[in-house]
């Protein structure tokens, strides 16, 4: 019983370990496409120029709408949502918003007047005041970026920095937090209405003003969190597909050698102890082909020095091969002929569906499992 306990136990480390390094694959390959391309950041400003500064030139959303739209279109648009990056420090003295509220609502009544008198063919409002409040709150916070090309790289702003931003805008007008709503008013600008829920909410109390800023911005950012995570895991399932294909992973075969492997192991084992158990296992091992049987010491130092785990991506479509006494270099060899036969062939399917569902857990739950299965404990400071 005790050494039935013990092969399901390899069996089920074998097939995690499996799943928790194709996981790190997939994420590290995620990873690296996202920092390449800078989606987390211009993600985060795509937002921000939709809460500040309203839609985009042609009327439309800078946050995308699609999957595609987020890896495909967003990362490769001439249309960068983000500011560009400044080496130098924040201004010391915050400029007030050059908008004049009167003038801004004297126009848009102008425009309303002609409207209704039938002097002008449709209905319009005036344009509002080019301001650009994203690039007023890049200057903000500019210190916490660094240089990584012409644009910034901030990907996350905390809510507190974020409060502190908008305070310092706030006291750059004559009117406090009354002038700056009054001119966001003016610029059409959506965060005005965001920041006068905030402000009648507080009660018009500064302190309270400044911590609902902050609590909007973070559920915000949640919120936005959110929908970056929906979207990344079409991404991560469409890379598990490609990997699991790419390395021909099938998880029912892999659980079949790995169990065919433990009993090998517990066969040498226990012949090496003394008993004849493990005779038949290192017989049909080691039984060679044309050439005759194979030399039992050499079989058995091969076998053991090559377990299953080490021979979960021999089907790839290119397989790496590593000596295991270390005399050689590791050797890269094209394996696209078998490779395609087992990509054919139905009987492997369920096992690739197999290994594509657990990639969508991810790493950090297949490492989970692990520590707990082998009681291995997280550092705690």
């Not at 839609?55 to 739209?69: F, H, L, M, Q, T």
Request: aromatic share 10%.
């Amino acid at each position: 019983m005790i050494l039935l306990i013990s092969v399901y136990l390899d069996l089920a480390i074998g097939l995690i370990l499996a799943f928790l390094l194709l996981s790190l694959l997939v994420s590290g390959v995620n990873e690296g496409f996202v920092r390449l391309l800078g989606i987390r950041s211009k993600f985060l400003w795509a937002y921000l120029r939709d809460t500040m500064d309203g839609g985009s030139e042609d009327g439309g959303s800078w946050i995308p709408s699609k999957v595609a739209d987020v890896f495909a279109k967003l990362p490769f648009s001439r249309r960068d949502p983000r500011p560009a990056h400044s080496p130098d420090p924040a201004p010391a003295v915050v400029e007030p918003m050059p908008v004049d509220p009167a003038e801004a609502e004297a126009a848009q009544e102008a425009v309303a007047v002609l409207a209704r008198a039938g002097a002008a063919g449709a209905p319009v409002t005036a344009p509002a005041p080019p301001v650009d409040m994203t690039a007023r709150l890049y200057e903000r916070i500019q210190e916490i970026d660094h240089p990584k090309g012409a644009r910034t790289s901030i990907a996350y702003i905390p809510p507190e920095r974020f409060s502190g931003a908008v305070m310092e805008l706030v006291a750059a007008e004559d009117g406090g937090v009354e002038g700056l709503l009054a001119k966001l008013e003016a610029i059409r600008s959506p965060l005005a209405g965001h920041l006068r829920g905030v402000w009648e909410g507080a009660q018009r109390d500064m302190q309270k003003f400044r911590q609902g800023v902050e609590n909007w911005f973070d559920g915000e950012m949640q919120r936005l969190s959110s929908l970056y995570a929906r979207y990344v895991k079409w991404v991560v399932f469409a890379l598990g597909v490609v990997l699991t294909l790419l390395f021909s992973m099938d998880s029912l075969e892999y659980a079949k050698t790995l169990l065919r492997d433990n009993a090998y192991r517990a066969g040498v084992t226990a012949l090496a102890g003394g008993g004849q158990d493990g005779y038949a296992a290192l017989r049909d091992r080691c039984a060679g082909g044309e050439n005759g049987p194979a030399e039992p010491y050499a079989c058995v130092t091969e076998a053991l020095s090559s377990p299953a785990l080490v021979k979960i991506f021999d089907h790839a479509v290119v397989s790496i091969e590593i000596p295991p006494d270390g005399s050689g270099d590791p050797s890269f060899r094209w394996n696209g002929a078998a490779w395609w036969d087992r990509l054919t062939t139905p009987g492997h399917w369920p096992g690739y569906l197999i290994t594509v569902v657990a990639l969508l857990f991810g790493a950090s739950f297949w490492w989970d499992v692990l520590r707990r299965l082998t009681g291995v404990r997280g550092h705690r400071p």
